[in-house]
């Protein structure tokens, strides 16, 4: 399997986005798979601005000549596309979003009929490449997540694709204990591992393995405590002190 793995976070290897998304991605190399990870935020992408030349003037061609015309040549060769972002205000990174704007040109503009809605076909007439979702998020309930996999779900159905599932860890900043509270970090990135080569294997992500990755942890209340305290050292220190 050929795996485009596409960060959306600002913070790229500094980030809690880059720990989970790269463990998942060990575990499908160690499955046989050929991954080839992208940062959005070191591409120049421009905003979608609603012209549709890419649909009427210029068929399946942007009028933008920016670095997204080999990322839709390197999502056109990919049989899965793994989508890395942080929550931000329940949804998506801004270079997440624009990213996925700008996937217009794969689509043709003309409707069909599928399972009871209209949908774009792909320009190419090839079947898309199936999608999965990583994502990390500073607040403690894995509810949080619910709107941004709805609206990834949403999208798949929208460009045919198949969601394969959304591999989430909530209060991910327990990635920066690894020295203090070692045993929990090693069994979320092994279960992160694990979903990586069930991709690969089974082509599927079992509900046991993604509950594994979101397992709590710390009780809330020391979760409260601890990011509370973390936050008034970052104010003292007039600085985001993970970075």
Same mark, same amino acid.
């Given at each position: 399997?050929?795996?485009?793995?596409?960060?959306?976070? +600002?913070?790229?290897?500094?980030?809690?986005?880059?720990?989970?998304?790269?463990?998942?991605?060990?575990?499908?190399?160690?499955?046989?798979?050929?991954?080839?990870?992208?940062?959005?935020?070191? @591409?120049? &992408?421009? /905003?979608?601005?609603?012209?549709?030349?890419?649909?009427?003037?210029?068929?399946?061609? $942007?009028?933008?000549?920016?670095?997204?015309?080999? #990322?839709?040549?390197?999502?056109?060769?990919?049989?899965?596309?793994? &989508?890395?972002?942080?929550?931000?205000?329940?949804?998506?990174?801004?270079?997440? @979003?624009?990213?996925?704007?700008?996937?217009?040109?794969?689509?043709?503009?003309?409707?069909?009929?599928?399972?009871?809605?209209?949908?774009? +076909?792909?320009?190419?007439?090839?079947?898309?490449?199936?999608?999965?979702?990583?994502?990390? $998020?500073?607040? /403690?309930?894995?509810?949080?997540?619910?709107?941004?996999?709805?609206?990834?779900?949403?999208?798949?159905?929208?460009?045919?694709?198949?969601?394969?599932?959304?591999?989430?860890?909530?209060?991910?900043?327990?990635?920066?204990?690894?020295?203090?509270?070692?045993?929990?970090?090693?069994?979320? @990135?092994?279960?992160?591992?694990?979903?990586?080569?069930? #991709?690969?294997?089974?082509?599927?992500?079992?509900?046991?393995?993604?509950?594994?990755?979101?397992?709590?942890?710390?009780?809330?209340?020391?979760?409260?405590?601890?990011?509370?305290?973390?936050?008034?050292? $970052?104010? @003292?220190?007039?600085?985001?002190?993970? #970075?």
């Amino acid at each position: 399997m050929k795996i485009l793995a596409v960060n959306g976070s +600002p913070n790229m290897k500094k980030g809690m986005t880059h720990i989970l998304m790269e463990t998942f991605l060990d575990g499908a190399r160690e499955a046989g798979a050929e991954v080839e990870t992208v940062f959005l935020q070191k @591409k120049k &992408i421009n /905003y979608c601005i609603g012209c549709y030349k890419c649909w009427v003037t210029t068929p399946g061609v $942007c009028v933008h000549k920016d670095d997204m015309a080999e #990322l839709l040549e390197k999502v056109r060769g990919a049989d899965c596309l793994v &989508i890395g972002t942080p929550l931000y205000v329940d949804g998506m990174t801004a270079q997440t @979003k624009t990213f996925l704007d700008r996937s217009i040109p794969l689509s043709d503009p003309h409707f069909e009929f599928v399972d009871g809605h209209y949908r774009h +076909p792909r320009r190419d007439g090839k079947k898309p490449p199936d999608v999965v979702l990583v994502s990390v $998020c500073g607040f /403690y309930e894995r509810d949080n997540f619910d709107g941004l996999i709805d609206h990834m779900e949403r999208m798949c159905r929208n460009m045919q694709a198949r969601f394969v599932g959304a591999v989430v860890r909530p209060s991910s900043y327990l990635f920066t204990l690894e020295e203090i509270i070692a045993d929990p970090i090693r069994e979320i @990135k092994e279960a992160a591992r694990r979903a990586g080569r069930e #991709l690969i294997e089974k082509g599927e992500l079992s509900a046991e393995v993604l509950d594994a990755v979101a397992k709590d942890y710390l009780p809330k209340e020391a979760f409260l405590k601890g990011s509370n305290d973390f936050w008034d050292r $970052c104010i @003292k220190a007039g600085k985001f002190l993970n #970075l």
